[in-house]
């Protein structure tokens, strides 16, 4: 008996295994084809495409910090107090979003002097160390790592930003093989 419940012990904690593999693998692979519901329908197609914003005037830090950091609530508000949005429904395909319940929705968040909880959707693990001010020296576009964000309503991950892919863009874009040396030096990244 107690052979018997071992072998159905040992069979449901590798089901149960299979089953927690199984739906990280779809939240993964649910997020990267549609990206993360946010708190706020913010569409970087509309900002960053239609009314061409430039990366950096909302992620003002990128070039000067470890992060890129999130717009803060003022600079939203700052353009949001002169363009309120109107009561309709923008369309593109499946993706309607109505201006001003979302507007209102910022607002809302103004109001009570509270942070907009949003969803992080590119990371980089806590054992690596990534700066943006490099690339950006280098002349490496936002979209070489975060995908066309001008064509996206609700930002997904586009590459799995893991060692092995750096890695291969480091070997790509190396200007000679001292830089080459450095690049894949395991310092560069890892301090």
């Not at 910022?106 to 509270?114: M, R």
């Amino acid at each position: 008996m107690k052979k018997g419940f071992k072998h159905a012990s040992a069979a449901a904690l590798f089901i149960a295994a299979i089953i927690i593999v199984s739906a990280v693998s779809n939240r993964d692979a649910e997020s990267e084809s549609e990206g993360p519901a946010q708190p706020l329908f913010f569409s970087h197609k509309i900002h960053a495409g239609e009314n061409q914003i430039p990366c950096e005037y909302c992620h003002s830090y990128v070039a000067v910090s470890a992060k890129p950091g999130i717009p803060s609530l003022q600079k939203c508000m700052g353009c949001h107090t002169h363009i309120p949005g109107k009561d309709e429904f923008y369309e593109d395909g499946a993706v309607k979003i109505n201006f001003q319940s979302e507007i209102n929705k910022l607002k809302g968040y103004w109001d009570k002097k509270t942070p907009i909880p949003w969803v992080k959707v590119h990371y980089v693990a806590e054992h690596a160390r990534f700066k943006h001010k490099p690339h950006i020296r280098r002349g490496i576009d936002c979209s070489a790592c975060h995908g066309q964000v001008e064509n996206m309503h609700v930002v997904k991950r586009v590459h799995k930003i893991e060692m092995g892919w750096c890695v291969t863009c480091h070997e790509e874009n190396a200007k000679d093989e001292n830089e080459l040396t450095r690049l894949k030096d395991c310092l560069t990244c890892h301090y």
